[in-house]
């Protein structure tokens, strides 16, 4: 069992920055890939970012460029450096984790971008 913790949500203007954290129950290190979605309200959860256990990165098109991953292996946690934020990123995110042949997912943080 892994258990994810979000944080670093909140609301900003148009242009501003947030860095979110995604903190896992155990070492991540052995993970397959640690991912971030978000879903805005009324519409399906749509992938983000993800990072995979050789430190891989890959982005949807929409955060490309301003978006970042990373990680802190140390640290068992997992970052999304949000820059240049948009009204249309206003969302919650989550993050998930692939282990093996299960998948676990945290509660969320909602982010809301303001104009």
């Known amino acids: 069992q892994v258990q994810l913790v979000e944080s670093g949500g909140g609301s900003v203007q148009a242009g501003e920055s947030l860095t979110l954290s995604c903190a896992a129950s155990?070492?991540?290190?052995?993970?397959?890939?640690m991912n971030w979605y978000r879903q805005a309200p009324g519409k399906q959860r749509d992938f983000i970012a993800t990072?995979?256990?050789?430190?891989?990165?890959n982005y949807a098109d929409s955060v490309k460029g301003r978006f970042t991953i990373s990680r802190d292996s140390a640290k068992n946690t997992v970052y999304l450096q949000m820059n240049s934020l948009k009204p249309e990123d206003t969302a919650v995110y989550s993050c998930?984790?692939?282990?093996?042949?299960?998948?676990?997912w945290g509660q969320g943080t909602q982010v809301t971008v303001s104009s």
């Open positions: 998930n984790a692939v282990v093996q042949w299960s998948t676990y």
């Open positions: 155990r070492s991540i290190s052995t993970f397959y890939t």
């Open positions: 990072i995979t256990r050789d430190g891989s990165t």
